[in-house]
């Protein structure tokens, strides 16, 4: 058993609760069904900018999300757009296919009362910085594609969303679960998060590299010195707690240039200061285009 996570009367912990009922793929979330096209067009080299249209067309509530989201501040351009021709015009293939991914995963983060709520809003809070921020930082470094980035940084705490779920869903039926301590709820979510989020979206078929980074993000040694999206999500993460972007207090002393994630990016200390005084604002501007 766990340590910190031990049931009483030498019951099987809760840790291993939540393993079984992961192993068993109870209540595993699917992406809507508008969301699963998209992942599957996009995984065809042969995908044009118009079938992905025709994919977001079949979805009205998408299609006027993805409009609205363009008209934000965070992309807005000179002038309003009204069309979803217009939208990729502005924004490109792969920005479109990630605002539309994300619109599904947010589902992921809703559906839960009580304390457990504020934990979810948390983690889609820290989900879009660290996006932001990822997607920021492989802009600076060049090892990796922005866009790419910015949505593993999105998926990258997903498997917590679940486990989440999961004890919401038992926490009906006993209450000491409905009312986890803090302490206990962090302890679980960070023993498994990296692997359930891995297997998550192995099973949306997400491309294998955000697969593999999700799986060892708060570990990218063992991901190998070359997987720089790992790395990146590390670094990713760092960011969002030096500057608080994910709604808890800032970590003021975190130290970024001698990081190792930071060093692996070979990110100058100019490059560094540029990114953490662009941050702040574009996290809050994305924040309010996702809703």
């Given amino acids: 058993m766990e340590k910190g996570i031990k049931a009483k009367n030498g019951k099987a912990s809760l840790l291993d609760v939540v ?11 699917t992406l809507p069904a508008t969301a699963q096209k998209v992942v599957a067009a996009t995984q065809d080299p042969d995908c044009t900018p118009a079938q ?9 509530a998408l ?21 979803l021709p217009e939208a990729f015009m502005r924004l490109g293939f792969a920005r479109v296919k990630d605002l539309a991914l994300a619109v599904g995963i947010k ?15 948390y983690l889609w809070k ?46 009906k039926k006993d209450p000491t679960i409905a009312s986890l301590p803090e302490n206990t709820l962090k302890e679980l979510l960070a023993a498994l998060h990296p692997t359930v989020g891995a297997e998550m979206l192995e099973s949306w078929h997400f491309p294998a ?41 800032p970590q003021e002393d975190i130290s970024l240039a001698t990081h190792p994630s930071f060093q692996t990016l070979k990110l100058t200390d100019l490059e560094i200061g540029k990114l953490l005084v662009d941050l702040e604002e574009k996290a809050r501007e994305i924040d309010a285009a996702l809703g």
């Fill in 19 to 29: 393993r079984h009922l992961i192993r068993k793929g109870v209540g595993l979330p």
């Fill in 52 to 60: 992905l249209e025709a994919i977001v067309r079949q979805d009205p």
């Fill in 63 to 83: 299609a006027a999300r993805i409009i609205k989201m363009v008209n934000s501040s965070f992309f807005a351009g000179m002038k309003e757009i009204h069309t």
């Fill in 107 to 121: 589902n992921a983060y809703k559906g839960v009362q009580g304390h457990l709520r504020k934990e979810l809003e």
């Fill in 126 to 171: 820290n989900a879009v910085a660290s996006g932001t921020a990822c997607r920021e930082i492989a802009q600076a470094c060049g090892h990796a594609n922005p866009e790419e980035s910015f949505l593993a940084g999105l998926v990258h705490d997903i498997g917590s969303a679940f486990i989440i779920q999961v004890l919401h869903g038992l926490g």
């Fill in 209 to 249: 590299t955000i697969c593999h980074a999700v799986r060892h993000h708060h570990a990218p040694e063992n991901a190998g010195q070359e997987d720089h999206l790992a790395w990146l999500l590390f670094a990713g993460d760092l960011i969002v707690r030096k500057l608080g972007l994910d709604g808890a207090p």
